[in-house]
């Protein structure tokens, strides 16, 4: 069962660009929902995560916004950078987490 | 290191053997999530453990999986009679309490190759 989905396998942005990551879930239960970066050969770090009573949080360049009506949120790099290329996991949490099954930025200088 | 641990970082396997993956949670953590990633997919969940419980294991295989978490030492995911599709990389989380939103800890992963 994917109750968590990112439909774009990859993303490519110019450097300085916006990048958009999307993610819908369809768990209405979900209370928290949370971004995280993945380089390779290492495990995902934790980023950024908003509450389901809001629907924008911000933390320096990134800024996560949630669609409750919707079951969608996303997440907005500006400006990008090369450093930011990776793979970002959307994940939603009741009782435990669950994850979709990634984005692979790409920031071209 | 005050982060999670685990080992081996690769573990070479043949297909009938047992896999034996071992992660050390954050000091202060008592909550153990398992994670599987197969080549080119995202993180499936697995297993959620607390020490000497088993909290939620509705993503594990029915068969040859299993996961512990002991009062003392490291939890432990095991795979018996490993096979091709096991292999995988497979990363441990740690949170201090369940319902934790500020984002998991995870650890580097054991990739595991069967031959």
């Known amino acids: 069962d994917q109750q968590v989905k990112q439909n774009s396998p990859s993303l490519s942005v110019q450097e300085g660009r916006i990048s958009i990551l999307n993610c819908d879930y369809t768990?209405?239960?979900?209370?928290?929902f949370l971004w995280y970066k993945k380089y390779p050969a290492e495990g995902p770090t934790f980023l950024i995560s908003?509450?389901?009573?809001?629907d924008k949080n911000e933390d320096g360049r990134f800024t996560v916004f949630l669609n409750k009506s919707a079951k969608h949120l996303s997440l907005h790099i500006v400006p990008s950078q090369p450093g930011d290329s990776a793979v970002y996991f959307c994940?939603?949490?009741?009782?435990?987490?669950?994850f979709g099954a990634g984005t692979r930025l790409t920031v071209k200088p | 290191n005050a982060g999670v641990m685990q080992n081996p970082r690769h573990l070479v396997r043949r297909r009938g053997q047992e896999a034996r993956l071992r992660c050390s949670p954050m000091?202060?953590?008592?909550?153990v999530y398992w994670y599987r990633q197969l080549p080119e997919e995202g993180l499936k969940f697995m297993v959620y453990?607390?020490?000497?419980?088993?909290?939620?294991e509705s993503g594990m295989p029915k068969e040859r999986f299993s996961a512990e978490f002991p009062k003392e030492g490291p939890s432990i995911l095991r795979i018996q009679q490993v096979v091709r599709g096991d292999s995988a990389a497979y990363f441990c989380?740690?949170?201090?309490?369940?319902?934790?939103?500020?984002?998991?800890?995870f650890g580097s992963g054991t990739r595991l190759t069967v031959v």
């Open positions: 453990l607390q020490k000497e419980n088993i909290i939620d």
């Open positions: 000091k202060g953590h008592s909550h």
């Open positions: 768990n209405s239960m979900f209370d928290y």
């Open positions: 989380a740690s949170s201090p309490r369940q319902g934790w939103h500020y984002g998991y800890t």
């Open positions: 908003i509450s389901s009573i809001k």
């Open positions: 994940a939603a949490s009741e009782a435990d987490m669950r």
